[in-house]
């Protein structure tokens, strides 16, 4: 039996166990007992890097914020400051999840790196669909990133100030601010941003440029020139949206040529899908992408650190993107730490051994009423499997099963044992299986402390 491997101690998941009652689910997972780990961000500390990841702030609770702040040192808003988030309707903001997440990270001892402010994805209807002269377009861009770069000055470590001007033949991206204003749109965004915050690195970002190919080499050629005119730009974010089994064999000397003209370089969106389900194969394959993206980054002085697109695979922009894939970050989607966890921390210098696998179970109550409330326990495997399971919990306050389907669950006193049914008792590698019991409660209903073996 070990706790969660996820930078708590066991006290912090049991205060973790109250606060989670809102959320309705608890996990512990089997088996491998192993001491504490280094956090990510310690490593990483320790080699001058940063360890990030997107985050959503509404799920900055729980389990979830406690890995957020506990495991990374960098943290980028995926959403909540992008322009239709933050002005939804023209002269009408809203900072509410931006200015959440920037003051976790201050209270987390975190830096922030801004996401973005020149795209041409996620603008408001009103900005996107409008008709807009050259010098609107112009007057409407500087009031954007005056408006966002001042409000947060001096908060921000870094701001993507342009995302994705490219087209994958290095040809410019037609958009609302280049057909509009011509290339020069991102020299024009740069220098309002840097007159905004001049304390914060200023980057282009983009996909699709880690290996050297035409669209890296574009951004190559667009920094250099920037350079020599003497435009702000601190840095290039490779964004490394990757697929297993496939960082470039140039992504180093990719970093490099980037170092080598006077920028630094972040990895700003790391993650790495697979086809699903995951398997134990695939999930080693990940691992080793992982290590080898950390290994170039480590490997180049002016790389600043690596940045994952959401820590947790229940947090992951890729199902709902790519039909059939997934399993793309580092945690699975109940926060078990996977192969490539390890993989980051071994590339950061940590010397921890992975576990050879774990199951865990998930609690939640599906719905509560006032004498009676259902739940449901989800059992899921990475990296390990089962043939036959056994849950346990200890009922806190008094509350009695009266009825379990997927599962035989007998009760003695507050002690709960739910054992598999002829059909379910097998959970693969990368699969789960659910259950479902009602129960009596009266008073409070508190989330218990779940087992599985
Ligand atoms: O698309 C992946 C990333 C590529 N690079 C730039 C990043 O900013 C981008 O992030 C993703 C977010 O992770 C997604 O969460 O950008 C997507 C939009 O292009 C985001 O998806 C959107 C959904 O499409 C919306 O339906 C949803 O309302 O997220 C919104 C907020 O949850």
Same mark, same amino acid.
């Given at each position: ?99 959440? &997440?920037? @003051? ?49 000055? +001096? ?6 100030? $342009? ?22 749109? &991102?020299?024009? @965004? ?5 007159? @905004? ?12 440029? =880690? ?11 667009l920094v250099k020139s920037l350079k020599e005119r003497g435009v702000p730009i601190d840095g290039v974010g490779l964004q490394a949206h990757l697929i297993l089994g496939q960082v470039p064999a140039t992504f180093q000397q990719n970093i490099q040529r980037f170092a080598d003209l006077g ?5 700003? =969106?790391?993650? &790495? ?8 194969a695939k999930l080693t394959q990940q691992a080793a992408d992982y290590k080898a993206v950390l290994d170039a980054c480590v490997a180049v002085a002016r790389c600043t650190g690596v940045t994952v697109w959401g820590f947790t695979d229940s947090d992951s922009w890729i199902p709902d993107v790519f039909t059939g894939y997934g399993a793309a970050t580092p945690y699975d989607e109940n926060y078990v730490p ?33 004498? +009676?409330?259902? %739940? ?27 009825? @379990? ?19 379910? %008792? ?6 789960? $299986? ?20």
């Amino acid at each position: 039996m070990r706790s969660l491997r996820s930078g708590l101690s066991p006290a912090s998941l049991l205060t973790g166990a109250a606060t989670l009652v809102t959320l309705g689910a608890l996990l512990v997972a089997a088996p491998a007992a192993q001491a504490a780990d280094t956090p990510l961000r310690d490593l990483a500390a320790a080699k001058g890097k940063a360890i990030g990841t997107a985050v959503t702030g509404s799920k900055l609770t729980g389990t979830y914020g406690d890995i957020a702040g506990a495991q990374f040192n960098w943290l980028t808003p995926g959403n909540a400051m992008k322009w239709e988030t933050v002005e939804p309707s023209r002269g009408t903001y809203n900072w509410a999840e931006a200015d959440q &997440i920037v @003051a976790f990270a201050q209270a987390h001892n975190q830096q922030v790196r801004g996401h973005t402010l020149v795209w041409h994805s996620q603008n408001p209807g009103w900005l996107a669909n409008g008709t807009w002269t050259p010098a609107e377009l112009s007057t409407l861009l500087q009031d954007h990133i005056s408006t966002e770069v001042t409000r947060y000055k +001096g908060r921000l470590a870094a701001w993507d100030v $342009v995302n994705e001007p490219f087209n994958e033949d290095g040809t410019y991206r037609s958009t609302l601010w280049y057909n509009g204003l011509g290339a020069d749109y &991102i020299a024009q @965004a740069l220098t309002w941003a840097r007159a @905004a915050d001049p304390s914060a690195k200023l980057y282009i970002n983009d996909y699709n440029v =880690e290996g050297v190919n035409a669209k890296s080499t574009a951004l190559y050629n667009l920094v250099k020139s920037l350079k020599e005119r003497g435009v702000p730009i601190d840095g290039v974010g490779l964004q490394a949206h990757l697929i297993l089994g496939q960082v470039p064999a140039t992504f180093q000397q990719n970093i490099q040529r980037f170092a080598d003209l006077g920028v630094d370089v972040a990895i700003t =969106e790391l993650d &790495i899908r697979m086809q699903l389900p995951s398997t134990e194969a695939k999930l080693t394959q990940q691992a080793a992408d992982y290590k080898a993206v950390l290994d170039a980054c480590v490997a180049v002085a002016r790389c600043t650190g690596v940045t994952v697109w959401g820590f947790t695979d229940s947090d992951s922009w890729i199902p709902d993107v790519f039909t059939g894939y997934g399993a793309a970050t580092p945690y699975d989607e109940n926060y078990v730490p996977k192969p490539a966890y390890y993989a980051i921390a071994t590339a950061l210098g940590g010397t921890t051994t992975p576990p050879t696998g774990a199951c865990s179970a998930t609690y939640s109550v599906a719905s509560q009423w006032n004498t +009676g409330f259902t %739940g449901q326990v989800r059992i899921a495997c990475s990296g390990a499997a089962l043939s036959a399971w056994r849950v346990s919990w200890s009922f806190g306050a008094g509350q009695q099963i009266t009825q @379990a389907w997927n599962a035989t669950c007998a009760q003695t006193g507050a002690a709960v044992s739910c054992v598999n049914a002829s059909y379910n %008792g097998t959970v693969p590698n990368g699969g789960s $299986v659910t259950f479902g019991f009602n129960a009596a409660w009266s008073g409070s209903n508190p989330v218990p402390v779940v087992t599985v073996g």
